[in-house]
């Protein structure tokens, strides 16, 4: 099946800094992306989709300047989380939505996950 | 997206079919029934899904009532790797590019004992 990569799978940083979060479809182009972000014992909580070579759209109440978005490739999406602070600390999981469909539908690949702790 | 609801935990012994529900009674003639599950600390992972007619794979069964207002997971033989949250969730498929999201809801915690 389709592979999405994430890098790093933990990270820690201090508050103040930026910090990049890598995403990587494997073996599939990705015209798609989605990045989530999960507190502890909560749902996943999508931030914002990306498409290749577009800016991406945030969801409500997600801030486009602190969390930057570039897709940059059919297999590469990155976010940026800026000056982050303790409150930024959560698992960060990027999906990767493949260019066909089939059967009248389509999956999406998610990956590993990231855990940002800001300290 | 229509909306899902799901019980909050579950167990199930180790070896036993787990069966999970899902209400989703808004559903449209469109929309497909997703599940996806989720071990601690990794990426969602895929299931199956299905519109209308029961579909079986490696994995499981999904179960989709004749009027699609609800659907049911099957694990046919649970092991303890089956301990996660399982989603389900209902979306429209697109064959056209401008991506619906996947919107998780809360899922439910299932718990395999030995």
């Known amino acids: 099946g389709a592979v999405v990569s994430q890098h790093p799978s933990r990270v820690i940083c201090k508050s103040g800094t930026s910090v990049k979060i890598e995403c990587r479809s494997l073996d599939f182009q990705a015209t798609t992306m989605f990045w989530y972000r999960q507190f502890p014992k909560q749902s996943l909580m999508l931030m914002a989709t990306?498409?290749?070579?577009?800016?991406?759209?945030?969801e409500q109440g997600v801030e486009k300047d602190k969390f930057l978005i570039n897709h940059a490739s059919l297999t590469l999406s990155t976010l940026t989380v800026t000056s982050a602070h303790p409150e930024d600390s959560s698992f960060y999981i990027c999906?990767?939505?493949?260019?066909?469909?089939?059967?009248?539908?389509?999956?999406?690949?998610f990956g590993p996950g990231t855990r940002l702790t800001v300290t | 997206d229509a909306k899902t609801t799901q019980p909050t935990s579950m167990d199930c012994a180790e070896g036993r079919a787990a069966n999970l529900p899902c209400n989703h009674s808004t559903i449209s003639g469109n929309e497909y029934v997703y599940w996806y599950r989720q071990i601690h600390s990794q990426g969602p992972q895929y299931i199956i899904h299905?519109?209308?007619n029961n579909e079986t794979n490696e994995m499981a069964s999904l179960i989709i009532t004749e009027d699609r207002k609800s659907s049911t997971l099957i694990l046919p033989h649970a092991t303890l790797r089956d301990t996660a949250v399982y989603y389900c969730i209902v979306r429209v498929a697109l064959l056209i590019q401008g991506a619906q999201k996947l919107v998780f809801g809360q899922g439910t915690r299932l718990t395999i004992n030995p």
């Open positions: 990306s498409n290749e070579g577009s800016k991406a759209t945030y």
């Open positions: 999906s990767a939505r493949g260019t066909g469909e089939t059967s009248g539908s389509y999956e999406q690949y």
């Open positions: 299905g519109l209308k």
